[in-house]
């Protein structure tokens, strides 16, 4: 049976907050919630064949009902493992799939899927066919402008072409090309140039397609300025070191007349989702590892950050102290 999904239904998100492994968990997607009500937001990258093979499935899938919308991005290359992972992802309620043939890591590609696959579309196809075919998410792919030498246009543009036959939703562009050889990943997000005016122009002759850019946004006035030539803007590392730059997202991205938070009130409205996890036998650092980057820029923030994660870190962070802290923060007017 297939699931196809009309055109219409296709969701537009103007900005999403970029899968990231061992920052994008559901912690920090909660703090993202709390900053954007409307963002779209991804979990860190999961190999599919794991999500299939392992009996602690919730451990990959759980996430909190408040982050819709949320996708879910899967690595893999099997079209069987993927249309698995597909199923359990819609029967999980994630209101979409993506799918990353842009991660440059010798880990991933050497288990031929990433930014390797990128040289085999005909494959990503098949991969992005049985996602498609076996759950009525819309399924979407992230993926660079080249991978090695098959780094000209035509490539590029054959790829897109190729997966959108395949019934891809939507395109996020990492404007760089990956170099798999002789750059790790952290190097594979800053030595290759970014090239906008490629994904620039992929957009121009592919009006039909959804393409979201992605690669070295800084703030929300460039983001603005990229939504004149595309259809949505991802962000990745800036919103993670610097999440309150980017606190007036829904006034200035989505137009929604609401005041941008400050930092404490962000903290207090998470306060309950803290309590929650603590009593669930959670460790209060797997949430404040994230929130100690909210403070930056405040007078004083190396001291609140130290006195977080030093009580954090040996166990001893309580509410009552975080709640003490973040008035204190208030107080001062942040
Ligand atoms: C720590 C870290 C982990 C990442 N993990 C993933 C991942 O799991 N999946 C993915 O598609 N991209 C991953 N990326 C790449 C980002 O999604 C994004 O494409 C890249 O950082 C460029 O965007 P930026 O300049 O806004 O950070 C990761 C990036 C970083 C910094």
């Given at each position: ?27 920090f ?8 009500s409307?963002?779209l937001?991804?979990?860190e ?10 009996n ?9 009902n ?14 069987l493992?993927?249309?698995e ?11 979409e799939i ?19 696959l990128?040289?085999d ?28 030498n098959?780094?000209?246009f ?18 996020t ?15 594979n997000?800053?030595?290759?140039p ?7 122009k992929?957009k121009?002759i592919?009006p ?9 946004f800084t ?42 938070k ?12 803290i ?16 929130l ?6 405040i ?11 030093n ?15 973040t ?8």
């Amino acid at each position: 049976m297939s699931f196809n999904q009309p055109n219409s239904t296709k969701n537009i998100h103007k900005l999403s907050i970029a899968p990231m492994m061992d920052c994008t968990d559901k912690h920090f997607r909660m703090i993202m919630r709390k900053i954007s009500s409307k963002a779209l937001l991804y979990t860190e990258m999961i190999v599919a064949q794991s999500l299939i093979y392992t009996n602690k499935k919730e451990n990959f899938l759980n996430f909190n009902n408040e982050e819709h919308p949320i996708s879910i991005q899967f690595g893999g290359d099997d079209p069987l493992i993927l249309k698995e992972a597909a199923r359990m992802a819609q029967d999980w309620g994630y209101d979409e799939i993506n799918f990353n043939v842009g991660c440059p890591s010798p880990r991933v590609c050497s288990g031929n899927f990433g930014a390797s696959l990128m040289k085999d579309p005909e494959k990503v196809a098949k991969c992005i066919n049985s996602l498609k075919n076996n759950c009525n998410l819309p399924v979407t792919i992230k993926h660079r402008i080249g991978v090695d030498n098959d780094d000209s246009f035509m490539h590029l543009n054959n790829f897109v072409r190729c997966i959108a036959n395949a019934g891809a939703d939507r395109f996020t562009v990492h404007a760089r090309k990956a170099i798999l050889k002789g750059l790790n990943p952290k190097q594979n997000r800053t030595i290759p140039p970014l090239k906008y005016d490629v994904v620039k122009k992929l957009k121009k002759i592919n009006p039909d397609l959804l393409i979201e850019i992605n690669g070295g946004f800084t703030d929300i006035d460039e983001s603005l300025e990229a939504l004149n030539d595309f259809d949505g803007v991802m962000i990745g590392r800036s919103v993670y070191k610097h999440p309150l730059r980017w606190s007036d997202i829904d006034q200035k991205i989505y137009k929604i007349k609401t005041k941008a938070k400050s930092a404490s009130q962000i903290i207090f409205s998470l306060i309950p989702y803290i309590e929650r996890h603590l009593s669930n036998g959670g460790e209060s650092w797997d949430i404040c590892k994230h929130l100690i980057n909210l403070v930056e820029g405040i007078p004083k923030a190396k001291i609140w950050r130290s006195q977080i994660s030093n009580k954090s870190i040996k166990k001893e962070l309580d509410i009552e102290y975080l709640i003490k802290l973040t008035t204190r923060l208030e107080e001062m007017g942040y």
